[in-house]
């Protein structure tokens, strides 16, 4: 690598919890950074569906905490009221019969949605949003970008830094270097199917949230039993491997097949009024965690849950981390 220049400018491409946990220790080092993400907001996977009348968290259900250095963030959100610690009644499904779950983990929400972190981690950021990053290129020792919607951007960066989903980096990376294209095809995502459902004749239920086993639906979750919610709507995952296998059923199909299940476990789902959403790339990732990838000869790094053993934890760990090792070069 090139020693003599130090590292000024980093652009960071996904505004989930990696990427922003990335960005924001970069930048306190005294690093210019500047962030483009897709979506029309930050957080990623960390997110809440709205209409009208209800909201929902309808990727991430919540999150844990075991390394010290996450344990120490998590209690600055909560001291920031933007998460809370969640106790919910859980039973488990399980061979065709429920049973109380007997789970002691500390579970934690963002309040009052579960995006209200990654807004929060985006503050004092240079975010971007609805920029779709197509291409890099790297001229005279700097990285070049464009995008779908805008072309060209006109900035150039020491360091890019892919805080996006494997099979996303993977389309970028694929002629640039062998070693990111290699780890990013080798990991193995899967899909997810999300209904977020209000079921206007349910009774009501005996526990806020469950683990499904060996069904086509994995997780049931009552989005009023978290903290600063109201409301009556549920958000229910599919297995990662059913919704793999059906990742390219219309909506009206995978809803189908979902609301069996539910009838199936009790559920009056009569005249309920659902919303579906699919997320393509949810869960899974490298066999074997390696943390993150920095290519300091490329100046090039990979930050994100799949790399990381997956969970909230992993991917902003990642991101700190891949900012740590970049202070270091």
């Known amino acids: 690598m090139n020693t003599s220049k130090a590292i000024k400018k980093v652009v960071v491409i996904g505004a989930g919890i990696a990427g922003l946990s990335c960005a924001r220790e970069l930048q306190s080092q005294g690093i210019l950074v500047d962030v483009f993400e897709k979506s029309r907001g930050p957080s990623g996977r960390m997110s809440t569906r709205r209409s009208e ?71 004092k950021l240079s975010i971007q949003y609805g920029v779709t990053i197509s291409k890099l290129e790297r001229r005279a020792n700097q990285w070049h970008l464009q995008s779908s919607e805008i072309g060209e951007i006109t900035a150039s960066y020491d360091f890019v830094v892919l805080a996006i989903p494997a099979p996303q980096a993977s389309a970028l990376v694929k002629d640039l270097d062998a070693r990111a294209f290699d780890i990013t095809h080798s990991a193995q995502m899967k899909a997810c199917w999300t209904m977020m459902a209000n079921f206007s004749n349910q009774t009501a239920a005996d526990f806020d949230a469950a683990f499904i086993n060996q069904e086509i639906i994995s997780w049931i979750c009552r989005n009023g039993s978290k903290p600063m919610r109201q409301g ?12 793999q296998d059906n990742v390219e059923l219309s909506k009206e199909e995978a809803q189908d097949q979902m609301v069996k299940c539910l009838i199936s476990l009790g559920f009056n789902c009569q005249d309920a009024e659902i919303s579906m959403h699919r997320w393509r790339y949810a869960s899974g990732g490298l066999e ?19 790399l990381n053993g997956g969970r909230v934890e992993g991917a902003w760990l990642s991101g700190l981390d891949l900012a740590v090792t970049l202070k270091e070069v």
């Open 288 to 306: 074997n965690s390696i943390g993150f990838l920095s290519l300091a000869d490329i100046e090039l790094g990979l930050c994100g849950d799949w």
């Open 232 to 243: 009556s709507t549920w958000t229910i995952h599919g297995s990662p491997a059913w919704s």
């Open 53 to 123: 009348d209800w909201s929902a968290d309808h990727g991430a259900q919540y999150f844990t905490a075991r390394d010290p250095r996450f344990i120490r963030e998590v209690k600055s959100w909560i001291q920031a009221g933007i998460a809370s610690i969640w106790k919910p009644k859980l039973k488990v499904y399980e061979a065709k019969a429920w049973r109380q779950s007997n789970s002691l983990e500390i579970r934690y929400v963002g309040t009052p949605n579960m995006n209200s972190i990654g807004k929060h981690l985006a503050e």
